[in-house]
């Protein structure tokens, strides 16, 4: 038996972006859109708007679910994880262990500015580097769900707000934390793997920071793998 996936999707796309992976999944799962994004657009984005959409997810998938995300789904799931233990049975954070209150976050914080000065033109430029990054279905899935470029600089003002090694540390489940060997956002791993109560480190090499979503048959073996081992036994 296979506990339920909630998978949560990365700044600017939408819950789209995990198809080609719950396609190949053997595990019931949901992708909902975050606020400011994909059907929530318009929405303003905050921490605790993201982890409500998360719980609710999780609620009708039956009240108890692993959490998997990437990049800000990460975030958000590490977020997610501390501040509802009871309805976060497992957690696989991709993409998101750099502490966010470091100096490379003001590439972020300027970035997300250039795009609220012309969030039409910046989709433009998002669409073009998913595709050229990830050929194929998974650029694809990416953009499907639609891009909203405007809500990048509420993202990086709520994620550099948060502490996700305090979260970790609060959170008392297993923790999967997994990186492209190439991958900027690596930069602490060490530290959020210490700061896990049952945490463990996979590195995809080669690798980066969304290359990870290249092989989707591999990442739903390792998903599929990981809701097993958090689900009860039966009986």
């Known amino acids: 038996m296979s506990m339920p996936v909630v998978f ?21 799962s949901a992708a909902p859109d975050l606020p400011g994004h994909g059907r929530r657009r318009g929405l ?16 009708d998938l039956g009240g ?3 959490v998997v995300g990437l990049s800000l789904g990460g975030y958000v799931g590490i977020a997610a994880a501390a501040r509802h233990p009871d309805l976060v049975a497992g957690l696989v954070a991709m993409g998101c262990t750099a502490r966010p209150d470091v100096p490379w976050a003001r590439a ?20 073009f580097v998913l595709r050229r990054m990830l050929p194929g279905a998974a650029g694809q899935a990416m953009i499907e769900g639609g891009l909203s470029s405007e809500v990048v600089a509420s993202v990086v003002a709520a994620v ?9 540390a609060a959170y008392p489940g297993r923790v999967w934390l997994v990186n492209g060997t190439r991958d900027h956002l690596r930069a602490d791993e060490q530290a ?13 090499p080669g690798r980066g920071h969304l290359t990870v979503l290249a092989d989707p048959a591999w990442l739903a073996r390792f998903i599929d793998d990981a809701a097993r081992t958090v689900a009860p036994c039966p009986g």
């Open 44 to 59: 303003p984005y905050d921490t605790e708007a993201a982890c409500d959409v998360v719980a609710e997810a999780i609620e």
């Open 8 to 28: 949560v999707h990365g700044t600017r796309v939408s819950g789209t972006m995990w198809s080609p992976v719950r396609a190949l999944l053997s595990a019931p």
């Open 108 to 127: 972020y914080r300027l970035a997300g500015r250039l795009a609220a000065r012309d969030p039409a033109l910046a989709d433009r430029v998002s669409r």
């Open 192 to 204: 959020f793997l210490r700061a896990c109560a049952d945490g463990s480190l996979t590195h995809l």
């Open 64 to 66: 108890r679910a692993l």
């Open 160 to 168: 550099t707000a948060e502490d996700p090694l305090a979260s970790l």
